[in-house]
């Protein structure tokens, strides 16, 4: 199989696929929830996309010449593989609605507040199915390039809160039951999984002689990025953190420093719309790739006229479900975070790496019982 991505460009997706809306709206849904120990819901969401990446690379590494299609089909045979992509692709579809919908919620309160939102998704749209269209290769060169702006944009913002914000302690911490914790990370889960892609690249890595340093090295720094993000998002409004649901553009208005040299809201909205296109792309990639592989129609890699009918098919699916399931945030909101359809799919489809994980285990079990059982005849 055709490697069309280094270790390198998968670990700077990864760094990418982190953020987006983890620095708007989820910091306040975190803290209805849980109040300050919020914190440890996040952390509970990282910990447990730690354990994914990890079962997910080792799954990558020993399958480096088929599609995870093919892995899926050899392990549980064509019917269940397909299942598993459909919960998938509903999976990437609730996450792009949720983009979709969140983003302009945003970005319609940061600048764009007499915009209409079809000129927000037209944007959104067509920047995303333009990088699944340019393919997986041109997709990951493009997060080569915006990767040290974008890296450098967070970093400046976050040493801007750091050095000018009135911070203050989030003690104590703990007051809140255990239950609430562990239910705001149940709840909010569709906002996890960040790693999950990576299968859905399998067969697609070159993976060189040294790829554990720089994606774990990407990874951490992610996870320490927006870590100091949560804290200083809690660190300032304290108490108010719920009636906040913009944080990351509120952060950057609170601070004194802005009204000394300027607005730096601009960092704030700048990143956030590099951040929606490159994981709108993503989740184009992934939503098309389960849905091909469902309906078994022609290669992704090819791009042939069968996998733009499906990308004309999600694009509307995904209109459809914006403007007439879910006309505003607020009812997908609803939906997403208040009931347990998503957050139950959700906890599928996070299973995912970790059957990955036993089925190649197994199948390692056995193939050595078979080596060692024709090694004792031949003796």
């Avoid at 919908?101 to 940061?110: E, K």
């Avoid at 009135?166 to 911490?173: A, G, N, T, V």
């Avoid at 992934?286 to 733009?308: P, Q």
């Amino acid at each position: 199989m055709t490697k069309t991505i280094s270790a390198r460009q998968l670990s700077l997706v990864a760094f990418i696929s982190v953020f987006s809306l983890k620095l708007t709206v989820l910091p306040s849904l975190f803290y209805s929830k849980a109040g300050i120990d919020a914190i440890f819901s996040l952390f509970i969401i990282m910990a447990f996309d730690f354990l994914e990446l990890l079962l997910i690379f080792y799954v990558l590494k020993r399958n480096q010449d088929i599609s995870f299609y093919q892995f899926l089909s050899n392990k549980v045979g064509k019917f269940f593989a397909k299942l598993i992509l459909l919960a998938i692709f509903s999976y990437y579809f609730f996450k792009m609605l949720l983009l979709c919908s969140g983003g302009y919620n945003y970005a319609s309160l940061a600048i764009f507040k007499e915009a209409p939102r079809h000129l927000f998704l037209f944007i959104l749209l067509v920047s995303s199915c333009s990088l699944y269209l340019f393919k997986s290769r041109s997709y990951a060169r493009t997060i080569e390039f915006f990767y040290p702006i974008v890296a450098t944009m967070f970093v400046l913002f976050v040493g801007i809160a750091l050095f000018t914000a009135p911070l203050q302690d989030i003690r104590p911490l703990l007051t809140t039951p255990a239950q609430n914790i562990f239910e705001s990370s149940f709840m909010f889960s569709v906002l996890g999984g960040n790693y999950l892609f990576m299968l859905l690249f399998m067969g697609k890595i070159k993976f060189g002689k040294n790829p554990n340093k720089t994606l774990f090295g990407h990874v951490f720094f992610a996870w320490a990025l927006l870590m100091i993000f949560y804290i200083i998002d809690y660190s300032i409004f304290k108490y108010t953190a719920v009636a906040h649901p913009h944080a990351i553009s509120e952060i950057i208005q609170y601070l004194p420093l802005p009204s000394i040299l300027g607005n730096f809201d601009w960092i704030a909205v700048s990143f956030m719309l590099v951040l929606y296109i490159l994981q709108g792309g993503l989740f184009f990639y992934c939503m098309c790739y389960s849905l091909n592989k469902v309906f078994e129609v022609k290669k992704i890699e090819k791009m042939g006229a069968v996998s733009k009918v499906v990308l004309g098919f999600v694009n509307l699916l995904l209109l459809l479900f914006i403007y007439f399931v879910f006309p505003t945030f607020s009812d997908l909101r609803e939906f997403a975070f208040n009931g347990l359809f998503v957050p139950i799919l959700s906890t599928i489809v996070m299973l995912v790496p970790i059957i990955c994980f036993i089925l190649e285990v197994l199948s390692k079990g056995k193939s050595l019982r078979k080596l060692q059982h024709l090694k004792a005849k031949k003796g």
